[in-house]
Nanobody, 115 residues
Framework: QVQLVESGGGVVQPGGSLRLSCAAS????????MHWFRQAPGKERQLVGT???????LVQDSVKGRFAISRDNAKNTVYLQMNDLKPEDTAVYYC?????????WGQGTQVTVSS
């Protein structure tokens, strides 16, 4: 019954911004760390950032300074704010939670950065 639904992806020009959302249901959202991953064609899925249950934002060095992660527990939603987007950010972005010893993923949302 855990469900994660991403939205907010699209096509943007280099230097542009997007805000991704992940709406969660089926568990007590506020008790769990939430994660954003991305996967580019031909590459391994990689961690982008984490929002802890106490709302500590953690992003990987590769996107630090451009991306920010946050959550709104009242809305059961975790966000990924992406600024100064670069072509190498092009990927499918996935929301993730580790719940009761299982990994759950959203369907993914495509982000394409191209001029």
């Amino acid at each position: 019954q855990v469900q994660l639904v991403e939205s907010g992806g699209g096509v943007v020009q280099p230097g542009g911004s997007l805000r991704l959302s992940c709406a969660a249901s089926g568990f007590t959202f506020s008790n769990y760390h939430m994660h954003w991953f991305r996967q580019a064609p031909g590459k391994e899925r990689q961690l982008v950032g984490t929002s802890t249950s106490d709302n500590r934002p953690l992003v990987q060095d590769s996107v630090k300074g451009r991306f920010a992660i946050s959550r709104d527990n009242a809305k059961n939603t975790v966000y990924l704010q992406m600024n100064d987007l670069k072509p190498e950010d092009t990927a499918v972005y996935y929301c993730h939670v580790y719940h009761l010893s299982r990994n759950f993923w959203g369907q993914g949302t495509q982000v394409t950065v191209s001029s």
